[in-house]
């Protein structure tokens, strides 16, 4: 009877060490890593995973504890389908608990390993493409680089991608609005870089810049039998935080057991933020800057003149090159600048290949043929690449002086990320979006006002130039205040332009939109709508300092109190740092009544 107490005693002590062994292993950070998990707020955990392929527990996605269990069970066993189809999982219960496992063994790995010979990684950076909202803050990839990788051989290197697929027969509305819900599955994907280069470079006119990243040889293997293990999992795709590079950093940071990239994104992950994070952690180099053809075909239209320009618009439409005058100097340029125009042509418009190709491959005969060296300089490196400029969340404390109201102290918070006047350097030129602007403020009785809250507010200034007939447009959709008889009423609206711009959108710009506005609120008994114009004048005076005047006014089809609309702004931003501002405004507003307002306002960029 001794001996059988003793006996049960050794087992049930060897059961509690075992329960508080496998306990303590679920809930390590790097098991929490390879399983996607996340905390709530009740103290339980998520995985962000979402296919039920991806769990050897039925309970896998809630449970981290029954997911290893689960794992050891199946890695235990005689099968070794399991830890091929999870080599990362193994391999690191191995290495750090269970050592007495056997060697992994996966022929398939080992071919995929060796096909894929790596040695690097490359963070890739396509900047933001604002005709796309799911690229409208940009987007980041990986390029996995070879042990026998060389500048003329990287096209041919693969990419890591992390993409949502969407329904083909969704328009752009639905598009949007289903990635803003997680309505799409998305998964990572390994492809030739040279297909996102044309994707991003060539069919979106994309500038792209290349991060080399400091891992080691060990830690990319790391990365990649995780990836291995992603061929089964999808995710629900959110554009705006469980996003390409947040899912990246979820993927990067299996490389060493302390990191935790994602800590910070539990609202958004905009992409340029997530490459900063990799910055603050030591992981980038000084980037490349690859031009898109767009802005490559934009450079060589700035050094040419307008005789040029037509006839190299003519030798791409076909004319022969000797119906014109020219010496192989004078020849060198036109045939140059007519190759890339019509390469451009053939991947934005989607020109058919069987009449393109004879006529680029004519046009590069004729080109071989001259001696003479290109005139063209390359296009010149932007000064500050997108992981040195400003961070996208705002706050700011704001001073209102109103001529007819009292004086009124606040705050505003934007979430995201970038507006016209907020300092330039790592964005793109033109290029706005605000996503979720809010003002609140005070006035000297304690009394409380919500002064606007942009749901989004967007604008694209693409300029006219000699080349491209390009189309400018905005969308604002919110609640402000305007002013009445009595007070400043609010009112929840939707407007957008549509028109033109012209200029430099790095220097003076200028543009002209059509108009239309839906209004409602305390001011008319009924929903208003109203047809109008905006105009704008935008001056970068130098790269601390940024000026714009606008306009804008609509006639008001149904507005009882009033038919018409006006509204002048003065602004004057200037950058005292990267992530600190000033910025004053002057604005006029005038619709049942008239309102003059000076507005001074200091940002915080985090």
């Given at each position: 009877m001794f001996k059988f107490l003793i006996v049960a005693a050794l087992f049930l002590s060897s059961c509690a060490y075992s329960a508080t062994k496998t306990h303590n292993i679920a809930f390590n950070p790097y098991w929490l890593k390879l399983g996607h998990y996340q905390p709530s707020i009740f103290g339980s955990y998520e995985s962000e995973v979402d296919s039920h392929t991806f769990f050897l527990s039925v309970n896998g996605k809630f449970d981290p504890h029954a997911e290893l269990l689960a794992s050891i069970a199946a890695f235990e066993s005689e099968n070794n389908d399991v830890a091929c189809q999870f080599p990362a999982r193994y391999q690191w219960l191995k290495k750090?608990?269970?050592?007495?496992?056997?060697?992994?063994?996966?022929?398939?790995?080992?071919?995929?390993?060796?096909?894929?010979?790596?040695?690097?990684?490359?963070?890739?950076?396509?900047?933001?493409?604002?005709?796309?909202?799911?690229?409208?803050?940009?987007?980041?990839?990986?390029?996995?680089?070879?042990?026998d990788q060389t500048r003329s051989r990287e096209l041919i290197a693969f990419a890591v991608n992390f993409a949502a697929e969407p329904d083909a027969t969704d328009n752009a509305a639905l598009?949007?609005?289903?990635?803003?819900?997680g309505q799409y599955p998305g998964k990572f994907s390994l492809m030739p870089y040279y297909r996102k280069v044309r994707e991003y470079n060539d069919l979106e006119s994309r500038d792209m810049w290349e991060y080399k990243l400091a891992f080691s040889e060990l830690e990319i293997q790391r990365i990649l039998l995780h990836l291995w293990e992603l061929q089964w999992a999808t995710f629900d795709y959110f554009f705006i935080d469980e996003n390409c590079s947040y899912q990246l950093l979820a993927l990067l940071q299996l490389a060493r057991d302390d990191l935790n990239l994602t800590q910070g994104f539990s609202s958004h992950a905009i992409p340029s933020d997530t490459v900063k994070v990799l910055g603050e952690y030591g992981f980038l180099s000084t980037p490349r800057y690859r031009p898109a053809s767009g802005t490559m075909l934009i450079n060589f239209e700035s050094q040419l003149t307008d005789e040029q320009i037509e006839i190299a618009r003519q030798l791409k439409d076909g004319k022969p090159l000797g119906t014109f005058s020219l010496t192989a100097e004078q020849a060198v340029p036109v045939l140059e600048m007519a190759y890339e125009w019509l390469n451009y042509q053939y991947y934005d418009q989607g020109l058919a290949r069987?009449?393109?190709?004879?006529?680029?491959?004519?046009?590069?005969?004729?080109?071989?043929?001259?001696?003479?060296?290109?005139?063209?300089?390359?296009?010149?490196?932007?000064?500050?690449?997108?992981?040195?400029?400003?961070?996208?969340?705002?706050?700011?404390?704001?001073?209102?002086?109103?001529?007819?109201?009292?004086?009124r102290y606040g705050f505003n918070y934007r979430m995201a990320y970038h507006d016209l006047l907020d300092n330039a350097g790592g964005f793109i030129p033109g290029a706005q979006i605000n996503f979720f602007d809010i003002e609140g403020d005070l006035d000297s009785d304690g009394n409380a006002y919500l002064e606007h809250v942009y749901l989004i507010d967007a604008m694209s200034l693409a300029p006219d130039n000699r080349l491209f007939d390009s189309w400018s447009w905005n969308?604002?959709?919110?609640f402000d205040r305007i002013p009445t008889s009595n007070k400043r009423k609010g009112r929840t609206f939707i407007q957008g332009g549509y028109g033109k711009s012209f200029g430099d959108a790095s220097g003076f710009q200028s543009y002209f939109l059509a108009s239309s506005l839906l209004q409602a609120g305390e001011f008319t008994d009924s929903a208003s709508v109203g047809l109008g114009t905006e105009f704008g004048l935008i001056w970068q005076a130098s790269d601390a300092q940024k000026l714009a005047l606008t306009a804008q006014g609509f006639w008001l089809a149904n507005d009882a109190n009033t038919n018409h609309q006006i509204e002048f702004a003065a602004h004057w931003q200037v950058a005292v740092a990267q992530n600190w501002g000033v910025r004053s405004s002057y604005v006029f507003q005038n619709q049942q009544s008239t309102e003059q307002q000076l507005k001074l306002q200091l940002f915080h960029y985090f």
């Open positions: 750090s608990f269970y050592s007495e496992w056997p060697e992994l063994s996966c022929p398939d790995i080992e071919q995929w390993q060796q096909l894929i010979n790596p040695k690097g990684m490359t963070l890739v950076f396509p900047t933001a493409f604002m005709n796309d909202p799911a690229s409208m803050f940009g987007h980041t990839l990986l390029r996995i680089d070879s042990k598009y949007a609005l289903k990635g803003l819900i069987e009449a393109i190709a004879p006529r680029l491959t004519a046009l590069l005969h004729q080109r071989s043929k001259l001696l003479s060296p290109s005139t063209f300089t390359k296009p010149v490196t932007p000064r500050i690449s997108p992981d040195k400029g400003h961070d996208s969340s705002r706050f700011g404390m704001v001073f209102n002086n109103f001529k007819y109201s009292e004086n969308v604002r959709v919110g």
